[in-house]
């Protein structure tokens, strides 16, 4: 129950998070690459349908032809999953504790110190939970990550919840 985080304070909905079932979320992202790469909005919608047209474009010019790499690329994935140093974007938990509309902050609860950030960064944090395909058992559960990298080095550790106020 150690790896266990709760979102409270004032929130409509007290949240539960447990690090150890996000490897297999789809909204995790690969923290070596994460903070030195450009970042732009991407409209899910618009990225849809250019993925759809691509896909039915070849369709129609090469007939429905089922990739024989596919055992190779699902066996790249695991690998990748099982040494790859990984993030969740705290957005979507945070979104859906639906903080009252007068929170300001958002109290990171540490073994030893607590840091508040302001609720509008709170949404651009990244929480870390693997490095090299390991769980960070010893300085864990998550490490946190301002959005814009400039903790990256030393990002926030030893968390044990969060408290919006």
């Known amino acids: 129950m150690e790896n266990i985080l709760i979102i409270s304070g004032s929130v409509k909905y007290t949240i539960t998070l447990d690090p150890g079932v996000w490897i297999f979320d789809d909204r ?65 938990f945070l979104k859906n504790a639906e903080p009252a509309d007068d929170s300001r902050f958002l109290v990171v609860k540490c073994v030893n110190k607590n840091y508040e950030v302001p609720i509008e960064k709170a949404y651009d944090l990244i929480l870390g939970f693997s490095q090299n395909g390991k769980p960070l058992s010893s300085d864990g559960p998550v490490h946190i990550y301002f959005g814009d990298g400039t903790n990256q080095l030393n990002p926030i550790k030893n968390v044990i919840g969060f408290l919006v106020k």
């Open 28 to 92: 995790r992202i690969d923290l070596t690459t994460y903070f030195s790469t450009d970042k732009e909005k991407i409209d899910s919608l618009e990225e849809y349908t250019k993925a759809v047209s691509k896909h039915w474009d070849r369709e129609i010019m090469e007939g429905a032809i089922y990739p024989p790499t596919l055992k190779s690329e699902k066996k790249f994935e695991k690998e990748k999953v099982m040494t790859g140093t990984f993030g969740i974007p705290f957005q979507p």
